[in-house]
């Protein structure tokens, strides 16, 4: 079965601080990528998501991620983070040919942004 | 559009009661989930269906947990009977296939 990788459960920043998230997964025929982020008290919202194309892809609020298919990762990054940023943040796989068709979601990454 | 639709948002319950939870995913789209998220084991996926028929319901706990969805624009999810361990929140989400899933705002229940 397709599996989802989030290696940082915690990630405490300061504030203008550099943010980048792991998430890594098995399938190793085409993907479908997706980042959702959950602020506190609140569902879950995508910030961006990659079908196919350029493999740098950039989402809302400044937030950017990097497909690389030999190293089976899609990382979240952002150069700047600010309070606002303190949220749950998810990553998640789906596949339109093979492995999971439905989007397998990663077990999170909860981002504290100090001020 | 309104999005995907939950109520209640939140429910107290005593422990044996029946819950029912009850989602309206957005028009159009043939996927609906329900998840349940709690600290302790984060987003699991429940059950979902494909054009109102269910699909995989392998993460529904227990019998106590069954799930409708008579029509495409109502799905229920009903625990009967509850028990504090259920304490979570649920969320349901729609969307079309392999594409992006759209959260609902959730339940919050607790049982008592």
Known sequence: AQSVSQHNHHVILSEAASLELGCNYSYGGTVNLFWYVQYPGQHLQLLLKYFSGDPLVKGIKGFEAEFIKSKFSFNLRKPSVQWSDTAEYFCAVSSPSGGSYIPTFGRGTSLIVHP | ?112
């Open chain 2, 1 to 112: 559009d309104a999005g995907v639709i939950q109520s209640p948002r939140h429910e107290v319950t005593e422990m044996g009661q029946e819950v029912t939870l009850r989602c309206k995913p957005i028009s159009g789209h043939d996927y609906l989930f329900w998840y349940r998220q709690t600290m302790m084991r984060g987003l699991e996926l429940l059950i979902y269906f494909n054009n109102n028929v269910p699909i995989d319901d392998s993460g529904m706990p227990e019998d106590r947990f069954s799930a409708k969805m008579p029509n495409a624009s109502f799905s229920t999810l009903k625990i009967q009977p509850s028990e504090p361990r259920d304490s979570a929140v649920y969320f349901c989400a729609s969307g079309w296939g392999y594409n992006e899933q759209f959260f609902g705002p959730g339940t919050r229940l607790t049982v008592l």
